[in-house]
């Protein structure tokens, strides 16, 4: 296994967890890998913490950036990696010392195209954890269906070379999904060869609030839905594929756009919020049944009268065109 890996992460401020996560990095049973240290702009002393570490250990590289969010720190720590593969973690998180060697075992052994792994799930401020493994997932397609342990990428190890080949990053501005986005993507371009390690090997930190809890910044979550269906429509040819695909995203648009995000509309502007969803949703092809259940769990969580009469104007006017087929059918 002479395969080089890149570790990617993404730093902010995190001078309180950044020692933990590097250590169990450098302390990897395997070895031939690069810790790509990309700080964000951070104004606390998580440079110096790194530039310690690199002193110490020059697998550890210090790419120092303005700052501009997390996405755009993963596509530069992606333009900087010089490995054959490649894997995210969180400046917070940390990992087992054997995850790296048994994945990339995996990898080269069953010759896939990615390896994913458990996670442990740690709440310290509760002082309690559970274990998210992958029990009943066999296949490429059994994990897009799962819906949520395709929803990040730290647990998973990539190839540098399906991800320049299709040009693929993450897409920048958003705080939400943006990992669903990027593993989507790649698992479409890649085989359906993928090496499943049902082992807790990825250890999550909860700190009790993460972005998903933060009503302004759900929105999010409709974009990166509405970039990977526009994805699927310009990369997948194949008819059968293509609606599998859209199934598939259907599915994930329930349980990320319409379960996760509906939980509550931002309090401030909520009327202007709820009308961008609604634009951004109107321009995705959703399937009738996913349709429906957007417009009902639209009106039900949105507590605006003036959007509730705004959307159910929006509604009946989708139907009367449908009813004098102005608009097709998209089952």
């Known amino acids: 296994m002479d395969n080089k890996l890149s570790v990617i992460i993404p730093v902010y401020n995190g001078e309180k967890f950044l020692e933990r996560c590097l250590a169990s990095l450098i302390n990897q049973k395997y070895t031939n890998i690069e810790i790509l240290c ?47 593969y490649v894997t995210f973690c969180d400046q917070d998180d940390y990992v087992d010392e054997n995850i790296y060697i ?42 897009l269906n799962e819906g949520m342990l395709i929803a990040c990428v730290w647990n998973k190890i990539f190839k540098k070379s399906i ?3 299709f040009n693929l990053s993450f897409l920048t501005g958003f705080q939400i999904a943006e990992d669903l986005e990027f593993a989507f993507k790649y698992l479409v371009c890649c085989s359906d060869k993928i090496s499943f390690i049902n082992k807790p090997f990825y250890k999550y930190i909860q700190h009790g609030t993460n972005a998903i809890c933060n009503p302004e910044k759900r929105i999010s979550v409709y974009y990166c839905m509405k970039s990977m269906f526009d994805f699927v429509k310009l990369n997948v040819k194949d008819k059968e594929k293509l609606q ?88």
């Not at 570490?53 to 530069?76: K, M, P, T, W, Y």
């Not at 995996?106 to 002082?127: F, H, N, P, R, T």
């Not at 919020?273 to 049944?289: F, R």
């Open 102 to 143: 048994e994945m990339i075992s995996s990898i080269e052994k069953e010759q896939s195209d990615m390896a994913i792994c458990g996670i442990e799930v740690i709440d310290e401020l509760e002082e309690k954890s559970f274990i998210r493994n992958l029990d009943g997932i066999d296949d490429k397609f059994d994990l």
């Open 244 to 331: 599998i695909y859209n199934d598939i995203l259907n599915k994930l648009f329930r349980i990320h756009a319409v379960d996760c995000a509906f939980c509550e509309l931002p309090r401030k502007n909520r009327f202007k919020t709820a009308k961008q969803v609604d634009e951004i949703v109107s321009a995705i092809n959703l399937d009738i049944k996913t349709r429906r259940y957007y417009e009902k769990n639209f009106l039900n969580f949105s507590k605006s009268l003036r959007f509730k009469i705004y959307f159910l104007s929006q509604f009946l006017l989708y139907r009367f065109y449908r009813f004098y087929g102005i608009l097709g059918d998209k089952r």
């Open 38 to 84: 990309i700080n964000d702009g951070s104004s606390d002393e998580s440079a110096e913490i790194i530039r310690k570490f690199a002193l110490a250990d020059n697998r550890v590289v210090l790419i120092e950036q303005e700052n501009c969010g997390v996405s755009a720190a993963r596509n530069n720590g992606i333009n900087a990696a010089n490995g054959d």
């Open 163 to 165: 991800i320049n080949k």
